[in-house]
């Protein structure tokens, strides 16, 4: 877990991560654009690229390569051990 913590602590990273939210299935250049557009990233293509090889260690995110395009999508499921430990009631006796 401390990995997926780390992973979400860089600003950039959370902000790959709305833009896939928002709209999922994009390739590396679509992704600079709208960071630089969005949210005025001046990350270069390598830099956000690292980004994303960290976002895929952790499982946040998934790719796809067609031809010669690679897809990167949302994977939150890694966020469920968050909700597990934090959020979810472990039952009635659970002190509010």
Same mark, same amino acid.
Request: a negative charge.
């Given at each position: 877990? #401390?990995?997926?913590?780390e #992973?979400?602590?860089a600003p950039a *990273? *959370? #902000?790959?991560?709305?833009?896939? *939210?928002?709209?999922? !299935?994009?390739?590396?250049?679509? %992704?600079?654009? *709208?960071l630089a557009m969005k949210h005025d990233l001046?990350?270069?293509r390598q830099a956000i690229s690292q980004h994303l090889d960290v976002l895929?260690?952790?499982g946040l995110l998934t790719t796809k390569r067609e031809s010669r395009y690679k897809y990167h999508f949302l994977n939150t499921?890694?966020?469920? #051990?968050i909700v597990d430990r934090? %959020?979810?009631?472990? !039952?009635?006796?659970?002190v509010s």
């Open positions: 877990m #401390a990995d997926l913590f #992973a979400l602590s *990273r *959370r #902000a790959i991560l709305d833009e896939l *939210r928002e709209r999922d !299935g994009q390739t590396l250049f679509e %992704l600079c654009t *709208r001046a990350l270069t895929e260690s952790v499921s890694p966020l469920q #051990a934090w %959020l979810t009631p472990k !039952g009635k006796d659970e």
